[in-house]
């Protein structure tokens, strides 16, 4: 307790109280009248000093009562009492204001009751009394770091460490909110100082691993690493994140090495085993793999967390029904694991179990991060199966909820689209575009569903629009390119545009059937052919097959225009009446010339 009345015994520091102290603070509070005063009795002089004794004696008891109330708040918090702590704290600060000790307690206590803005008025009148208390200040820096005001927390550590520049707990916080704040060069100034002040300084050394390898600095990420686990060999974090780098290096039976001998420490740490699990299949380890498989099932449960790792695991390598197995125990054990749910349900789904996979993507609620792509998934399998209506109400209900979903209006504009509802369509993804006005995807989308509306300018304009935001948008460059052949017009444009498209994506069978086509508007049929064979061999697709067979009936090879007619027939071509009536005039042709 630090009060400065000039009769009391300055022995005294109430920092932990024990059973002793609490006896000398009955005693001195007067609770034993026959042990008042251990002072030598003095004769007071006969003044007229009444009036000043009254003071000392009033100020006293006011001293006594602060003790009283401090001691009854101490017994209090070693209840669990808080609530009644603050209460007794409040009078004992009220006796004795000036007491930096009580007004420090208090903030502490509030701290503990997450009653931060209070807490910071006490440590402030800490700081008013005495601006060069370095526990006063910490608590003050450390209230602005739980507050998350990590620019103010920073400013008071600095103070504190102008007071103790030695002090290694402070550099190490302000270090470590530097590096939550991604200022990674001052963390590390701050870092080498501490290492420089104590070489073995594990967390140090740990920490400056994390930041190059934030910063891509492989080299420097292994040397702190390694570092830190030379003074511990059994750290966990350093051993996690040292094979996390291997990872991305590359260096793929250095990471194994890592994990194991994590493992050998920490057997029960899941995102090890399943990390090492995952490089044992990449690096076709079949027996160690499933080696793993057996240790996760004997150090676990179903419902676990590592065995919902193992069900994705299952998943990604195509054991389907080994991951609905898995994944099926864990959503059982564990109802509300939306993340299990979905996995399960899209496994079911890709094993082609659509019911299964409905009943489980239903079940996952709005709240879940998950809830989005359950319903798009839902939407998708009732597309599949033509239940249009079905699918557009799944998304209109999802997006009620979610209205600034963008993929909601994408697929929604897309069902339009689908059922040749184009306005519908139009609308809706213009919607979208409120929500989102550069998102490429629905303006592309708005362009396509233009297009089949017979709004081939309007949907070049959205295109257009694209390439303003980026001008290496192959689908953008190839789609006006593919127009303007198919409508005959500026087909030298048209040829430029599609020739950037195919330098951005050399292999697609759909810019090269657009690139033929051009070269068949211009004339040009042995080119137009060289790429139309291209094409076909790339994609199975109705139209390229159709345009294969435009080039054969120029050149008057009718029996192979036929056979590309009759495949983009059946493989449902979207015009089937206009193919239909190619294959009659060519018959008639044939027909003709035997």
């Keep these: 307790m630090e009060t400065k009345p000039a009769t009391h015994n300055k022995s005294i520091t109430v920092r932990y109280l024990t059973p002793t102290h609490v006896l000398v603070l009955f005693l001195l509070m007067g609770f034993f009248p026959a042990c008042a005063r251990f002072t030598p009795e003095i004769e007071p002089a006969k003044t007229h000093a009444i009036p000043a004794q009254q003071e000392i004696s009033q100020h006293e008891q006011g001293i006594r009562e602060a003790y009283k109330n401090f001691t009854l708040s101490s017994i209090a918090i070693s209840q669990g009492r808080y609530k009644k702590a603050r209460k007794y704290l409040s009078i004992a600060i009220e006796k004795d204001p000036g007491s930096l000790y009580l007004s420090r307690k208090m903030a502490l206590l509030l701290k503990k009751l997450r009653d931060y803005r209070a807490a910071l008025v ?21 209230l602005y770091s739980l507050m998350g005001n990590d620019d103010l927390a920073i400013e008071q550590y600095d103070k504190a460490l102008d007071l103790d520049p030695e002090n290694q707990r402070i550099r190490l916080l302000i270090a470590t909110i530097l590096i939550k704040k991604g200022q990674f060069p001052k963390a590390l100034l701050h870092l080498d100082r501490l290492i420089l002040q104590n070489p073995d300084l594990v967390i140090a050394h740990y920490y400056k691993g994390r930041i190059y390898l934030e910063l891509k600095r492989y080299i420097k990420a292994e040397e702190a690493f390694l570092e830190a686990l030379r003074l511990n060999k059994r750290l966990e974090p350093a051993l996690f994140d040292l094979a996390t780098l291997y990872q991305m290096m590359e260096r793929s039976m250095d990471a194994i090495e890592t994990y194991e001998r994590l493992l050998g420490f920490y057997p029960h740490n899941a995102g090890a085993r399943e990390r090492l699990l995952s490089l044992y299949f990449k690096l076709g380890m079949e027996k160690k793999a499933e080696q793993q498989i057996e240790k996760i099932k004997e150090l676990s449960k179903p419902g676990e967390s590592i065995r919902q790792a193992l069900g994705l695991l299952y998943l990604k390598q195509g054991r389907l029904n080994e991951s609905i197995e898995e994944l099926n125990q864990t ?43 359950a319903q798009l998934h839902i939407a998708f399998i009732l597309e599949t199966r ?20 963008v993929e909601l209006y994408l697929m929604l504009g897309s069902l339009y689209e689908t059922k040749k509802e184009y306005e519908k369509g139009i609308e809706v993804v213009k919607k979208g575009l409120e ?14 569903i233009l297009d089949k509306d017979g709004k081939k300018e309007s949907c070049i304009e959205q295109m257009r629009r694209i390439l303003d935001i980026n001008p290496d948008h192959a689908d953008a460059l190839n789609y006006i390119g593919y127009t303007f052949a198919d ?108």
């Design 122 to 142: 006490y440590a402030f009148k800490c700081l008013d009394l005495d601006t060069e208390d370095l526990d006063s200040r910490m608590l003050l820096a450390d």
């Design 331 to 373: 959503v059982s054990a564990l109802p509300d694991d939306d993340k299990s749910r979905y996995y399960l349900a899209s496994a079911y789904e890709e094993k082609g179990d659509n019911d299964n996979a409905l009943k489980h993507f239903r079940l996952i609620k709005p709240k879940s991060k998950y809830y989005i792509n």
């Design 386 to 405: 033509k239940q249009y209506d079905e699918s557009i109400a799944v998304l209109e209900r999802a997006l009620a909820l979610k209205k600034g979903q």
């Design 435 to 448: 929500q989102d006005e550069k998102n490429i995807d629905l303006i592309f989308r708005l362009g396509v």
């Design 487 to 594: 409508l005959g017009i500026k087909l030298d444009e048209a040829m430029d545009l599609i020739q950037k498209a195919l330098k951005i994506k050399p292999e697609s069978g759909y810019i090269i059937d657009s690139l033929g086509w051009v070269y068949f508007q211009k004339g040009l049929y042995d080119k137009a052919l060289h790429y139309l064979e291209k094409a076909s061999k790339l994609i199975p697709d109705p139209t390229v097959h159709e345009h294969l067979g435009d080039v054969y009936l120029k050149k008057e090879k009718h029996k192979k225009a036929l056979d590309n007619y009759q495949k983009a027939l059946s493989i449902n071509h979207p015009e089937q009446e206009k193919i239909k009536e190619k294959i009659i005039h060519i018959k008639k042709l044939l027909k003709k010339m035997d």
